[in-house]
């Protein structure tokens, strides 16, 4: 939904989108990007924070944002997550000068009072290039086209997306916050974030100014994580309880020295849920759910086992400066870490500014010192969960802790204290990251555990017999994965503030278009990651059916490749009657990583989102047109056009331009299709006119030109204007 276009200094290309959501009768405005160039995938607040549904304002988006892996549907983890500032002490010009002993500022975790408490002012996204031009039969082919909008580009940049958000607060405190993203396979699993907060002292959209030190400044992030969508109630093939949706199971770790640990941090992950009970085919069952494998009935039609729930997110702190006058990293500034009740009265609106006694509260657990039981180890995990552990059932019900009451436990991390005089400014970076399986391993491991197919091999390659231990080992060695998330993350800020940048690969190319045809699909793109110093060659992924699911290479050319360099492919194989999906990436020869792996752009830059497929020419006799399949049975349509199609039935050899009329056996009208597009072929969706599906019987398909079909050599008359034909097909249900 688009309103009005706000304008900021030095700011071009500006699009703002304008999310409205009634929360305690507030009435939130807030422009959102999208940093969709990798796997990891969020929407972004010029208030600062992405609150809870404050995309939408939808309750079916609770889950909204931080969606790993983004190539599948519903991945989103995101429920709440909320950006809080406090200090000690504060005099209020907005309050006529009273003394507040604690002042809180608040950008979610459910509410945003935008214009009061949180004043926008500069929200801008800079690339390094922009995304590519696609179309597919030119119409344009990638979400990119609609998500990565208003790109300013700095071929200076050192990542591939940055996002430049400043917000002045309430309190007087100017937050610069800046988002980096790689797009590259491997790098885009995190992202980083720089804080940087100073007393300028505006208070108001007025831009008045108050000037006076603040004291024991903290910053306070706080995180609520629902793993994840794909398996729930929003999803039509969910089959966890209504409750993990919103994070009821989620447990959450502490990272800190003083537990053993080389992280100051926090994680989450999928943990047990009294409601849900995995039966695996031959009916043994248990309550371990870890993973979320879709597993609720022995022998069940839709169970395959698959882990849907194996990501763990996690935040790592990279720097945070000692003090304004000293920008040396002090990790003491990690000051707390509580967990609490996600529906805990300091969660819900109004958050009050002005609330002597609610900020107080608030600025405790901001301030709160670090609690050696945390969440997970007061359900009896180990701090140290390694898959080594497995399997993980001697643990209590995440969802039957005593904070979890009806809506889980979030996390917070308190960065600070801090003293501000007027002019100060501190750095923060803090990192949010994802480890997971790969989308193939969560279907290999959960097929072979609920089918109990053996051998059962462990991480390390060993084996084990135990099949439950099989399930939590793979579940839970996604934690090494973030780890190593973390350390990809801390290492690209240090290069990044370096001013050398992570090795990267080539661009991908500026455009890609894809022209379906006759007998064959045509793939066509531009050279400019040719000029990249160590690159190297193309190559060309394909899916068939739907572009949300893994692809598969199909062609490559350039170096090493035994194809010479080339623009242009021209796929072949490719079927009649199925769609296809495409996308291109640049790859080099290993020069530029210095231990010479080659590097690959990621596959989002050229993904294409609407398919391409065979096209035939237009027939010049109406006696040979076909439909198919004839008869039709809805439930194997996916035989005929592969499984992740959609219903459809093809009328193939029709004239360039005609109608075509169903009816039903005894003569009432369902619909017209108008064929306009000048090949042969037209798909229908087996829908009525008014969108309802058809039913089994007898249809009639009355076919009619509806222009004369000229030959263009000869001049004739191949079919004229008002020529028709009946064909009859069956439909099963």
């Known amino acids: 939904m688009r309103l009005k276009k706000q304008m900021y200094p030095k700011k071009i290309l500006v699009s703002i989108i304008l999310i409205f959501t009634i929360i305690s009768g507030s009435l939130i405005a807030d422009e959102v990007k999208f940093i969709s160039i990798g796997m990891l995938q969020n929407w972004f607040s010029s208030t600062g924070c992405e609150i809870e549904t404050g995309r939408t304002g939808e309750t079916?988006?609770?889950?909204?944002?931080?969606?790993?892996?983004?190539?599948?549907?519903?991945?989103?983890?995101?429920?709440?997550?909320?950006?809080?500032?406090?200090?000690?002490?504060?005099?209020?010009?907005?309050?006529?000068?009273?003394?507040?002993?604690?002042?809180?500022?608040?950008?979610?975790?459910?509410?945003?009072?935008?214009?009061?408490?949180?004043?926008?002012?500069?929200?801008?996204?800079?690339?390094?290039?922009?995304?590519?031009?696609?179309?597919?039969?030119?119409?344009?082919?990638?979400?990119?086209?609609?998500?990565?909008?208003?790109?300013?580009?700095?071929?200076?940049?050192?990542?591939?997306?940055?996002?430049?958000?400043?917000?002045n607060t309430a309190m007087g405190v100017t937050v610069t916050r800046k988002v980096f993203a790689f797009?590259?396979?491997?790098?885009?699993?995190?992202?980083?974030?720089?804080?940087?907060?100073?007393?300028?002292?505006?208070?108001?959209?007025?831009?008045?100014?108050?000037?006076?030190t603040l004291n024991d400044v903290i910053m306070f992030l706080h995180y609520r994580w629902g793993i994840n969508k794909f398996g729930s109630v929003y999803n039509t093939g969910g089959w966890m309880p209504q409750s993990a949706t919103w994070g009821h199971n989620t447990v959450n770790e502490v990272l800190h020295p003083?537990?053993?640990?080389?992280?100051?941090?926090?994680?989450?992950?999928?943990?047990?849920?009294?409601?849900?009970?995995?039966?695996?085919?031959?009916?043994?069952?248990?309550n371990n759910n870890h993973g979320a494998p879709r597993a609720v009935a022995a022998g069940g039609?839709?169970?395959?086992?698959?882990?849907?729930?194996?990501?763990?997110?996690?935040?790592?702190?990279?720097?945070?400066?000692?003090?304004?006058?000293d920008p040396t990293h002090d990790p003491s500034k990690f000051v707390s870490a509580p967990f609490f009740w996600s529906d805990d009265p300091l969660t819900n609106p109004p958050h009050d500014q002005f609330n002597g006694t609610k900020m107080s509260a608030e600025y405790?657990?901001?301030?709160?010192?670090?609690?050696?039981?945390?969440?997970?180890?007061?359900?009896?995990?180990?701090?140290?969960?390694?898959?080594?552990?497995?399997?993980?059932?001697?643990?209590?019900?995440?969802?039957?802790?005593?904070?979890?009451?009806?809506?889980g436990v979030s996390q917070g991390v308190g960065y600070g204290p801090y003293t501000l005089a007027?002019?100060?400014?501190?750095?923060?970076v803090v990192a949010e990251c994802i480890g997971d399986l790969s989308w193939e391993e969560k279907m290999r491991i959960g097929r072979k555990f609920y089918f109990e197919e053996k051998p059962y091999d462990l991480p390390d390659g060993s084996t084990t017999e135990n099949v439950w231990q099989y399930k939590d080992a793979w579940a839970f060695s996604s934690?090494?994965?973030?780890?190593?998330?973390?350390?990809?993350?801390?290492?690209?800020?240090?290069?990044?503030?370096?001013?050398?940048?992570?090795?990267?690969?080539?661009?991908?190319?500026?455009?890609?278009?894809?022209?379906?045809?006759?007998?064959?699909?045509?793939?066509?793109?531009?050279?400019?990651?040719?000029?990249?110093p160590s690159f190297a060659g193309y190559k060309i992924y394909r899916q068939v059916g739907t572009p949300d699911t893994s692809f598969a290479l199909i062609y490559e050319c350039g170096e090493g490749t035994g194809n010479p360099l080339v623009n242009k492919y021209e796929d072949k194989s490719a079927v009649r009657g199925f769609d296809y999906f495409y996308y291109i990436t640049s790859f080099d020869n290993?020069?530029?990583?210095?231990?010479?792996?080659?590097?690959?752009?990621?596959?989002?830059?050229?993904?294409?989102?609407?398919?391409a497929y065979l096209r035939r020419p237009p027939e010049d006799n109406l006696d040979k047109i076909r439909i198919v399949p004839n008869p039709v049975n809805i439930k194997a349509v996916g035989y005929q056009f592969g499984i992740e199609a959609k219903n459809r039935l093809m009328f193939y050899n029709l004239p360039p331009v005609c109608d075509i009329k169903i009816y039903t056996e005894r003569g009432d009208k369902i619909t017209t299709i108008h064929h306009t597009d000048g090949s042969g072929d037209e798909e229908w969706n087996m829908n009525t006119s008014s969108r309802q599906g058809i039913v089994s019987g007898v249809y009639i398909a009355y076919i009619e030109a509806r222009a004369d079909y000229i030959d263009e050599l000869t001049g004739a008359t191949l079919i004229k204007k008002g020529d028709s034909v009946v064909k009859k097909f069956v439909v099963i249900k």
């Not at 007027?422 to 923060?428: E, L």
């Not at 350390?487 to 090795?503: D, R």
């Open 301 to 325: 039609g839709s169970n395959d086992g698959f882990l849907g729930s194996s990501q763990f997110p996690g935040t790592v702190m990279i720097h945070a400066d000692k003090s304004p006058s």
């Open 422 to 428: 007027p002019g100060d400014s501190v750095t923060i």
């Open 60 to 167: 079916s988006d609770q889950l909204d944002g931080f969606s790993y892996p983004s190539l599948y549907p519903e991945q989103d983890m995101q429920a709440q997550k909320a950006l809080w500032i406090g200090c000690k002490n504060y005099t209020d010009p907005l309050a006529d000068n009273k003394v507040f002993e604690r002042k809180v500022v608040h950008i979610g975790p459910r509410a945003v009072e935008e214009g009061t408490q949180i004043m926008p002012v500069d929200f801008t996204m800079y690339g390094k290039f922009n995304h590519p031009a696609v179309f597919v039969d030119n119409v344009p082919g990638t979400d990119l086209a609609y998500e990565d909008k208003d790109v300013v580009v700095d071929e200076e940049l050192l990542s591939d997306r940055m996002l430049y958000n400043k917000f």
């Open 258 to 286: 003083s537990f053993g640990d080389d992280y100051y941090g926090t994680y989450s992950f999928h943990g047990l849920h009294s409601a849900y009970t995995v039966v695996i085919n031959n009916g043994n069952n248990s």
């Open 183 to 212: 797009g590259q396979k491997g790098q885009d699993d995190y992202f980083v974030y720089e804080y940087t907060l100073k007393n300028t002292g505006i208070y108001d959209e007025a831009v008045n100014k108050h000037n006076q």
């Open 590 to 611: 290993g020069q530029a990583d210095p231990n010479g792996k080659t590097l690959e752009s990621g596959l989002f830059w050229t993904r294409t989102v609407e398919p």
């Open 479 to 532: 934690r090494d994965s973030l780890f190593k998330s973390f350390n990809k993350a801390i290492l690209a800020y240090e290069k990044i503030k370096s001013g050398e940048g992570i090795p990267t690969p080539p661009p991908p190319p500026a455009s890609f278009t894809v022209n379906s045809g006759g007998d064959r699909i045509t793939l066509e793109w531009s050279d400019n990651a040719e000029s990249y």
């Open 364 to 407: 405790a657990w901001m301030n709160a010192p670090l609690n050696s039981q945390t969440h997970a180890l007061d359900l009896s995990y180990p701090h140290n969960p390694s898959w080594q552990d497995a399997p993980f059932d001697y643990v209590s019900n995440a969802d039957g802790h005593p904070s979890a009451g009806g809506g």
